[in-house]
T-cell receptor
Framework: DAKTTQPTSMDCAEGRAANLPCNHS???????VYWYRQIHSQGPQYIIH???NNETNEMASLIITEDRKSSTLILPHATLRDTAVYYC???????????????FGKGTKLSVIP | ETGVTQTPRHLVMGMTNKKSLKCEQH?????MYWYKQSAKKPLELMFV???????ENNSVPSRFSPECPNSSHLFLHLHTLQPEDSALYLC????????????FGPGTRLTVT
C-alpha cells in the first residue's frame, strides 16, 4: 500500500472548520483513501473513504485532488469532542492475503481549542 | 458506537495465567479482526477471520490463539504472556467486501505482570 504523510499535529478553534491534509504521492489507480480517527484510549472510528471523487457524509468531507496525490479531510464545525488522532490510510482493494489490512501510520493529532 | 463490544475492558494477568478476550459484533458483518496497539506504536493487525475462516495471521506468537465460532463472536486466548505483550487489544469487524470500512470496539487494556 502507498505511504502517506501527515502533519504531526494541528490546532483548530471550536466551531471553525478543521482541514487535515494528507499526501499520498505514490498512490496507484486502484487504491482508496480512508480516514479514521482515534480518541484517546478508545478504538479507532471510521470517518470516510473515497477513490477519486469528493465524498461527504454526516461526519466530514473528503476532498481528493485531481491527480490523487493528496487529499484533505474537512470537519465543517469542529467541536471539543473532535480532539483525536486522525489517520489517513491508502489501501488497495483486492481479494487475497493482505486485502483486509489497514496500515495505520502516526496520524495527525488534532486539538480543538475552546 | 456500540456495534462492537469487547470484554473485559481491563485485564491484569501474570505470566503463567491463561485468560481470554471476547469480542462480539452486532452489525451483521462477515469479517472480524484482532489488532494490538502498544504505547507509542501504530496499530498492528494480528488476525483476520472472514466467514469464520482465518484468512490472515501476521506472524503472531503462538501464545496468542484466536477462535471464531461464528461471524458474530471472536475470542483471543492468552497463555504464558510476557510483559511486553501489555497493550490495548482491539477487535474490529467489517461487512467483508473489498472496499469496506472497519468498525472497532473499545478495546481491552491488558497488563502482564
Amino acid at each position: 500500500d502507498a505511504k502517506t504523510t501527515q502533519p504531526t499535529s494541528m490546532d483548530c478553534a471550536e466551531g471553525r472548520a478543521a482541514n487535515l491534509p494528507c499526501n499520498h504521492s505514490t498512490i496507484s489507480g486502484n487504491e482508496y483513501v480512508y480516514w479514521y480517527r482515534q480518541i484517546h484510549s478508545q478504538g479507532p472510528q471510521y470517518i470516510i473513504h473515497g477513490l477519486k471523487n469528493n465524498e461527504t457524509n454526516e461526519m466530514a468531507s473528503l476532498i481528493i485532488t485531481e491527480d490523487r496525490k493528496s487529499s484533505t479531510l474537512i470537519l465543517p464545525h469542529a467541536t471539543l469532542r473532535d480532539t483525536a488522532v486522525y489517520y489517513c490510510i491508502v489501501r488497495v482493494a483486492y481479494s487475497g492475503a493482505g486485502s483486509y489490512q489497514l496500515t495505520f501510520g502516526k496520524g495527525t493529532k488534532l486539538s480543538v481549542i475552546p | 458506537e456500540t456495534g462492537v463490544t469487547q470484554t473485559p475492558r481491563h485485564l491484569v494477568m501474570g505470566m503463567t495465567n491463561k485468560k481470554s478476550l471476547k469480542c462480539e459484533q452486532h452489525l451483521g458483518h462477515n469479517a472480524m479482526y484482532w489488532y494490538k496497539q502498544s504505547a507509542k506504536k501504530p496499530l498492528e493487525l494480528m488476525f483476520v477471520y472472514n466467514f469464520k475462516e482465518q484468512t490472515e495471521n501476521n506472524s503472531v506468537p503462538s501464545r496468542f490463539s484466536p477462535e471464531c465460532p461464528n461471524s458474530s463472536h471472536l475470542f483471543l486466548h492468552l497463555h504464558t504472556l510476557q510483559p511486553e505483550d501489555s497493550a490495548l487489544y482491539l477487535c474490529a469487524s467489517s461487512p467483508g467486501n473489498l472496499y469496506d470500512e472497519q468498525y472497532f470496539g473499545p478495546g481491552t487494556r491488558l497488563t502482564v505482570t
